[in-house]
């Protein structure tokens, strides 16, 4: 299963990334850390979202 999280974390962790970043753009927010901050957030959150999708799809 945690192999099929790894593959998944790839997928997932782009699209919470992305989905953040544009979030704090439209809220006007253009500075670095925002953005940055917003992509780490993305990208840490997508850890056990991936995990618990590989649990569903194995389980």
């Known amino acids: 299963m945690l192999r099929i999280a790894l593959i998944l ?3 997932v ?6 989905t953040a970043v ?9 500075g ?3 953005i940055v901050v917003a992509a780490v957030a993305g990208a840490v959150l ?3 979202a991936s995990y618990i999708l ?3 799809i194995t389980g």
């Open 22 to 30: 544009i979030a704090v753009l439209t809220t006007g927010l253009t």
């Open 9 to 11: 974390y790839s997928i």
């Open 46 to 48: 997508a850890a056990p």
């Open 13 to 18: 962790a782009t699209t919470f990334a992305g």
């Open 54 to 56: 590989a649990g569903k």
């Open 32 to 34: 670095t850390m925002p």
